[in-house]
């Protein structure tokens, strides 16, 4: 378990030397949004093997045609969102080696990728919803086709949850002390314009 920011014991070994690149605070509070995105990964990486094999296994009876392409559009979606959630991770791991003193570089290309897959993690989650949705209802609800597209809905929207929406802040994932302090400074800045 991580030292509170309370804990004064460290507090000295946390707080990086003036003109330092390496922000070990920063690195140490980062930790736990770098495993939810790697959690996030996973769930996305079995949305897409679930939906696989609700594909390959969707019932002859629905006919070949509608119910199949809504099982391939869970698939797609899917697909999209291991993507996404793969770029999370990337942009956080590099967030993480940059942090911890092994890469000096700027962050800000890295945060704005982050919100843009950020911001489409909703509409793949959306999409998802509708072709499990349907898909199931084409499957016949109780189908192993269903069953699966119905885990593959649960899997998107964890892999959403815990990897799509955790995008990069330059300053440090949301929480710390210097991330509140740049945050303070720059909303005084605000009123006193």
């Not at 990486?45 to 559009?73: E, K, N, Q, Y």
Request: hydrophobic share 55%; net charge positive; proline share 5%.
């Amino acid at each position: 378990m991580l030292p509170s920011m309370g804990d004064d014991r460290d507090f000295p070994t946390r707080i990086a030397a003036y003109g330092a690149t390496a922000q070990p605070a920063i690195a140490a509070r980062m930790a736990p949004h770098l495993r939810l995105t790697e959690v996030g990964a996973v769930c996305a990486a079995l949305a897409v093997l679930a939906a696989t094999i609700a594909v390959v296994l969707f019932p002859s009876f629905a006919g070949a045609g509608a119910g199949r392409s809504w099982a391939i559009g869970a698939l797609v979606s899917a697909g999209f969102m291991l993507a996404i959630c793969v770029i999370q991770v990337a942009v956080w791991r590099r967030a993480l080696a940059s942090w911890s003193g092994r890469r000096v570089q700027d962050l800000h290309a890295e945060a704005r990728l982050s919100w843009i897959v950020h911001l489409l993690s909703y509409a793949v989650a959306l999409a998802a919803l509708f072709t499990c949705m349907e898909g199931s209802a084409e499957a016949g609800w109780i189908s192993t086709s269903a069953v699966l597209l119905t885990g593959t809905l649960f899997l998107l929207i964890a892999a959403q949850v815990l990897a799509g929406v955790q995008f990069l802040r330059p300053s440090g994932p949301p929480g710390t002390l210097p991330a509140h302090i740049r945050r303070l400074r720059e909303q005084s800045r605000w009123r006193n314009d």
